[in-house]
Each structure stands twice: as structure tokens, then as C-alpha cells.
């Protein structure tokens, strides 16, 4: 398995140049000083560990939420719904939730880590392909909407449906779980090529995540 890490990995250079700040103003924002969508997806990483001092609440999940009215739908069926999870309820469906699948030694989230609030994600009808692409370009959205007010989140997949159906007396299948926090972990993007390991890892307390370039991902 290799995998570059030297600085002229183009990746990792962009990432710790936004994460140090350095450049923001002149390399991260557009002509008319808005944040640019590349700096929002460099900064888009999933965070297994949050900062317990930053506390996300309610009304900042509705605007992570509100994106979700104006994104496309496949067919324009818009069968997703959402359940804001915040403050006293957070644990109670962060005991059915199952994180870092690549490393399970590691029993992440670290105690004291975990997230102050999370987005059950609901479809009204059978999942289906159609479900699947409203899913993906929802989950997308928020999670840069929560980068652009600061935050950092993950999408969850492997969580007890029947559990959290019933914990929050839902009345339509959970598909999908985000987390939404202040991240507290140290992220870098490492560049893989194709045939290489794409499972991401942990060395000296970072966590490096392996990325195909553009040359591996045109046919």
C-alpha cells in the first residue's frame, strides 16, 4: 500500500493550507467573496470526533435542513423527510449508531467526542434507486451547508433502524443518520492511485484518507 504524503501532494497541501487558514481570502473565495465550493468540499471531511464544548442547536439543524427545499429531486417525488435530533436526545440515538467500520479497535467516537446533534434522514416510500440519488444529493447538501456555518458532520449508514424507528417513534423508515458537530479530529487527504488501498487510516493521532486522482476516475 502507498500512499503519498509529501508536500507536493496536491491534495494535502490545499487542506492544511485551508485548515491553517493560510490563503483563505485570496484562494478559497470567489470574485464576489463568498466562499468557493472547492474550499466548502476540502473542508467537507467526516469527523469521528466532535468538540463537547460546541453545542449545535435546534434552530441551526433547520437551517442545515432548509437546503433540502431548494435541491433537485429525482422525478421531483421529493419522498425524503427529516427529524431534527439535538441537546438531551443526541445520546439516545447515539447508542444505536455504529462508527469507524475501518477501525474498530478504535470504538469511535471517543468518549466525550461525540456529536451534539444529528439529522435522521426518512423516506416515505420503499427505498428504491430513485430514493437512493435524492439521498445522496441531500446528505451532500447539508453537510456543505454545515461546513459554511462552521460545522463538520458524517453520514452514518450502519445504525439499528428498528431501534431508532422506535426510540423516536418515527412514521417513516430511516435510510440514513448525519451527525452534525464542531469537528475536533485532524484530517489530511492523501493521494492513491488505482489498485491501491482506498481504506482509510490512523497514524500519529492523524487520519489520512486516500483519494483517487482525476487521471484514475476518467474513462
Avoid at 61 to 68: M, R, S
Amino acid at each position: 500500500m502507498k500512499f503519498s504524503i509529501m508536500a507536493d501532494n496536491y491534495l494535502e497541501k490545499k487542506f492544511e493550507e485551508f485548515h491553517s487558514g493560510k490563503g483563505v481570502a485570496s484562494k478559497h473565495k470567489t470574485s464576489s467573496g463568498s466562499v468557493s465550493l472547492n474550499s466548502l468540499l476540502l473542508k467537507n471531511r467526516s469527523h469521528r470526533g466532535y468538540d463537547s464544548s460546541r453545542q449545535v442547536l435546534v434552530e441551526e439543524l433547520k437551517q442545515i435542513a432548509e437546503v433540502c427545499t431548494k435541491i433537485p429531486s429525482a422525478k421531483n417525488q421529493q419522498v425524503l423527510r427529516y427529524k431534527l435530533v439535538a441537546g438531551e436526545d443526541a445520546p439516545r440515538l447515539q447508542q444505536y449508531t455504529k462508527w469507524g467500520g475501518a477501525l474498530p479497535e478504535l470504538n469511535l467516537p471517543f468518549p466525550g467526542t461525540e456529536p451534539s446533534a444529528f439529522i435522521i434522514i426518512c423516506s416515505t416510500v420503499p427505498e428504491n434507486k430513485w430514493v437512493d440519488i435524492d439521498l445522496g444529493i441531500a446528505a451532500q447538501s447539508m453537510l456543505l451547508k454545515a461546513v459554511e456555518m462552521g460545522l463538520n458532520g458524517i453520514c452514518i449508514g450502519a445504525f439499528n433502524k428498528n431501534a431508532v424507528v422506535e426510540e423516536f417513534s418515527l412514521q417513516h423508515e430511516p435510510v440514513l443518520v448525519l451527525a452534525i458537530g464542531k469537528g475536533a479530529e485532524h484530517i489530511q487527504l492523501t493521494r492513491a492511485k488505482e489498485g491501491d488501498s482506498l481504506t482509510y487510516y490512523r497514524k500519529d493521532g492523524v487520519h489520512f484518507v486516500p483519494k483517487l486522482g482525476l487521471d484514475d476516475l476518467l474513462l
